[in-house]
């Protein structure tokens, strides 16, 4: 039909004029599914047990975990390699061909043994997690439900892994595994944010982690609680500067209510401080706080021993 061919050739000649929405000439972009197939697997050796397609028994799981681990060592490596790669051609800004980028799968092959050795301390930040999840949430039954069914054991267990790859400065990939997570469990934590040990998200929902967040232990955040950017300096062509530490740091002992904003890097939440529900803080909080709202939406800051 020389109509379609017409549309066909029309179409074509926009993905020539518009090179930025298409990658041809190059190599593979990492891919979404076999990242979500990573983290599927990272839960079965975090959880053995939990999410397995089969029984696991005293007799099996050393051949289970192994051909598990083994799998999975694979899959970063060739995920990885594939955003190194990419990666090095997007900042060399080369749109024909690409070239072999020799020491990338060498530099893959070493970043996916790290991660490797790396579970048993992610085993042991996860495990302190589902603790804190017990410990405040009376509704919760026992560490299985947690386990089960919690979304912000899924949102940690997926930021823990894709925190450790950002800084290990793989491209992609933390991003890609944090959008997931956040398109399955309504939470949006950065891989950048640097997250202490015994995190809770009680209920979940609309929360967002910002970057350069810093977060301490034995921290507890509602539904709806964003710990955000106040502004974003641009430099003189009016480009937002890249790199800046934008987003607060919380201290050890915090719990922040529902709807809360705190925004800022300059922004510190001081240790053992309660932050009240749909507060607006964009400063610093003094330790042993705490913050509530006013009628008119003013923040009444008081010393948190007075309401004991």
Same mark, same amino acid.
């Given at each position: 039909?020389?109509?379609?061919?017409?549309?066909?050739?029309? &179409?074509?000649?926009?993905?020539?004029?518009?090179?930025?929405?298409?990658?041809?000439?190059?190599?593979? &972009? +990492?891919?979404?599914?076999? #990242?979500?197939?990573?983290?599927?697997?990272?839960? %079965?050796?975090? =959880?053995?047990?939990?999410?397995?397609?089969?029984? $696991?028994?005293? #007799?099996?799981?050393?051949?289970?975990?192994?051909?598990?681990?083994?799998?999975?060592?694979?899959?970063?490596?060739?995920?990885?390699?594939?955003?190194?790669?990419?990666?090095?051609?997007?900042?060399?800004?080369?749109?024909?061909?690409?070239?072999?980028?020799?020491?990338?799968?060498?530099?893959?092959?070493?970043?996916? @043994?790290?991660?490797?050795?790396?579970?048993?301390?992610?085993?042991? $930040?996860?495990?302190?997690?589902?603790?804190?999840? =017990?410990?405040?949430?009376?509704?919760?039954?026992?560490?299985? %439900?947690?386990?089960?069914?919690? +979304?912000?054991?899924?949102? &940690?267990?997926?930021?823990? #892994?894709?925190?450790?790859?950002?800084?290990?400065?793989?491209?992609?990939? /933390?991003? #890609?595994?944090?959008?997931?997570?956040?398109?399955?469990?309504?939470?949006?934590?950065? +891989?950048?944010?640097?997250?202490?040990?015994? =995190? =809770?998200?009680?209920?979940?929902?609309?929360?967002?982690?910002?970057?350069?967040?810093?977060?301490?232990?034995?921290?507890?955040?509602?539904?709806?609680?964003?710990?955000?950017? @106040?502004?974003?300096?641009?430099? %003189?062509?009016?480009?937002?500067?890249?790199?800046?530490?934008?987003? +607060?740091?919380?201290?050890?002992?915090?719990?922040?209510?529902?709807?809360?904003?705190?925004?800022?890097?300059?922004?510190?939440?001081?240790?053992?401080?309660?932050?009240?529900?749909?507060?607006?803080?964009?400063?610093?909080?003094? /330790?042993?706080?705490?913050?509530?709202?006013?009628?008119?939406?003013?923040?009444?800051?008081?010393?948190?021993?007075?309401? &004991?």
């Amino acid at each position: 039909d020389k109509k379609l061919q017409m549309s066909i050739n029309r &179409l074509l000649s926009v993905y020539e004029n518009d090179p930025m929405l298409e990658h041809i000439n190059k190599y593979n &972009l +990492p891919s979404k599914e076999t #990242i979500i197939n990573i983290i599927s697997d990272f839960k %079965e050796i975090i =959880f053995p047990g939990y999410f397995s397609k089969r029984t $696991l028994t005293t #007799i099996n799981i050393n051949a289970y975990i192994s051909d598990k681990v083994t799998n999975l060592y694979e899959m970063l490596v060739s995920e990885i390699n594939k955003s190194i790669i990419h990666d090095s051609e997007a900042k060399a800004d080369k749109c024909e061909s690409c070239s072999v980028i020799t020491d990338s799968m060498e530099r893959a092959e070493s970043i996916a @043994l790290k991660v490797i050795d790396n579970i048993p301390q992610l085993r042991d $930040l996860i495990n302190k997690d589902v603790k804190a999840a =017990f410990s405040g949430d009376p509704a919760a039954k026992n560490y299985y %439900e947690i386990i089960f069914s919690y +979304p912000c054991i899924t949102a &940690l267990v997926i930021h823990r #892994i894709a925190n450790f790859l950002y800084n290990n400065k793989v491209p992609y990939i /933390p991003r #890609i595994m944090s959008e997931y997570s956040h398109s399955v469990t309504g939470i949006d934590i950065h +891989p950048g944010a640097t997250l202490g040990e015994y =995190f =809770f998200i009680d209920h979940g929902t609309g929360v967002v982690v910002g970057e350069t967040c810093v977060i301490g232990n034995n921290v507890k955040v509602y539904q709806g609680v964003t710990l955000g950017a @106040l502004s974003f300096p641009k430099d %003189e062509g009016g480009n937002i500067i890249k790199g800046l530490r934008r987003h +607060p740091t919380i201290e050890d002992n915090v719990t922040i209510y529902a709807g809360a904003t705190i925004l800022g890097g300059e922004t510190v939440i001081g240790a053992n401080s309660i932050i009240g529900g749909n507060v607006w803080i964009t400063s610093k909080i003094a /330790p042993n706080s705490r913050v509530t709202a006013d009628l008119s939406g003013a923040n009444i800051i008081t010393e948190k021993n007075k309401f &004991l």
